[in-house]
């Protein structure tokens, strides 16, 4: 399977008044065409920072190394935002954590596409036809497109994002939190529809950011544990949710509560302690203050991602022998 995309080392990295936060700081990480790849953590871990830096990385973010190879040919830390905005839509596309900052609340959806297809050099009257086909996919009736995003609910909102995300079908969709502000019922529907887009090739393939386990566990092939703005675990899903290698996959698996152990809430391990300042991360180990089996190597070296078993890649001085 082709590699839809390739992260090498890639740092992001924000200016601010206080310092430099260090929120994407050396992440591995490949997505092969086809797959959907959960990628789960904290909020504060660099998920949102990644995502939004593949995509369009704006200020006072910015990328400070390493390699984003899309589609092994465009080197997204290399080009600049006008063939960025080329690439949007076409290659790569984003639903981000806030849907409701996707779409400008005081334009009609039929004006943002006219806009869009001027954008894209594309007859308007043609993209109104390819979105309306979308609609469909996306169980929405027609008349959307003479509202105006502040009138659509929640759930329909990030219907018409999702609608609009795929209209030229991107080689890879990333999906930032989509279900986080969603009710059960339209969570389920959502994850049927992101797992859908990929079976039928609507996208490429699909990045799914959450911290919701439970929702992985419903549509990932792949499992990527970010922690302190590296990822420190791959894997498939049943192996990672079956034998997860790193002790803090472990703790976030723990901390879901399964229908017995919600009748016995003092039983439940909770997520203990707090993800690092990425000001000034922890040296070593990032997770070593929290980590019950921190030993005295954690604290001075960082443990590389080295893959353990076919398939199953970890950064743990645990699985590591030197
Ligand atoms: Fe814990 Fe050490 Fe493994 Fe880090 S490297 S997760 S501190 S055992
Ligand atoms: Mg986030």
């Avoid at 999906?175 to 529809?193: G, H, I, K, N, W």
């Avoid at 690092?276 to 604290?299: E, K, Q, T, V």
């Amino acid at each position: 399977m082709s590699k839809v995309l390739k992260l090498e080392k890639y740092k992001v990295y924000y200016k601010t008044f206080s310092g430099v936060v260090k929120a994407v700081d050396g992440v591995d990480l490949e997505i092969k065409r086809g797959e959907v790849v959960g990628v789960i953590g904290e909020s504060g871990c660099g998920k949102s920072t990644m995502a939004q830096s593949l995509v369009l990385p704006k200020p006072p973010m910015f990328i400070v190394g390493g390699s984003a190879k899309l589609i092994e040919t465009i080197e997204l830390t290399e080009i600049d935002n006008r063939k960025r905005k080329e690439i949007l839509l076409k290659h790569i596309a984003l639903i981000p954590q806030y849907v409701m900052d996707a779409l400008p609340a005081i334009k009609k959806i039929r004006t943002f596409l006219k806009d869009l297809a001027n954008d894209k050099g594309i007859d308007h009257e043609k993209l109104i036809e390819m979105f309306t086909e979308r609609l469909k996919l996306v169980n929405l009736p027609s008349k959307v497109l003479d509202m105006y995003p502040i009138e659509l609910s929640g759930g329909m909102r990030q219907r018409v994002v999702i609608a609009i995300s795929t209209l030229f079908n991107p080689d890879l969709l990333i999906a930032d939190e989509p279900t986080s502000a969603l009710d059960v019922v339209t969570q389920r529907y959502v994850l049927e529809l992101f797992r859908d887009l990929v079976d039928q090739k609507i996208v490429g393939s699909l990045m799914f950011i959450t911290h919701d386990i439970a929702s992985i566990r419903q549509i990932a092939d792949r499992i990527a544990t970010m922690y302190a703005g590296k990822i420190v675990e791959v894997g498939s899903l049943e192996t990672v949710l079956k034998s997860p290698l790193h002790p803090y996959t472990s703790m976030l698996i723990k901390s879901i509560p399964t229908i017995e152990q919600s009748y016995k809430i003092s039983k439940l391990s909770g997520l203990a302690g707090t993800p690092p300042s990425l000001f000034n991360p922890p040296p070593g180990c990032r997770f070593h203050p929290r980590c019950p089996f921190a030993m005295d190597i954690c604290r001075k070296e960082e443990p590389p991602l080295l893959e353990i078993e076919p398939g199953h890649f970890v950064a743990c001085w645990l699985h590591t022998r030197r």
